[in-house]
Nanobody, 122 residues
Framework: VQLQASGGGLVQPGGSLRLSCAASGFTFRGYYMCWLRQAPGKELEWVSGISSGGGSTSYKDSVKGRFTISRENAKNTLYLQMNSLQPEDTALYYC????????????????WGQGTLVTVSS
């Protein structure tokens, strides 16, 4: 199983980025997928999740209306469109395959990508 996240970078406040996560080694369309993030010196936090077919999404309150999660099962790819980025969104962003349990718990995810760094700064 591999999850390869990409698309991070340095962006000014108010800017946008689109993260991608290329999945391989498992039946991508069969799993609920999530994005999580960890800011420097802070705990890991769940950001967003999407059902296996893409019809149901959920978001952390602080990103609702700014972030959009989506997936292309034909391409085994997960996305996170991030708009109106703020300095507090600065973090290492991970895509992960959800296995069950609390969304914010590391133990709920069996497989993780390597993370892609998002830095929001002027």
């Amino acid at each position: 199983v591999q999850l390869q996240a990409s698309g991070g970078g340095l962006v000014q406040p108010g800017g946008s980025l689109r993260l991608s996560c290329a999945a391989s080694g498992f039946t991508f369309r069969g799993y609920y997928m999530c994005w999580l993030r960890q800011a420097p010196g802070k705990e890991l936090e769940w950001v967003s999740g999407i059902s296996s077919g893409g019809g149901s999404t959920s978001y952390k309150d602080s990103v609702k209306g700014r972030f959009t999660i989506s997936r292309e099962n034909a391409k085994n790819t997960l996305y996170l469109q991030m708009n109106s980025l703020q300095p507090e969104d600065t973090a290492l962003y991970y895509c992960a395959r959800y296995q069950g349990g609390p969304l914010g718990a590391k133990t709920s995810y069996h497989y993780w990508g390597q993370g892609t760094l998002v830095t929001v700064s002027s």
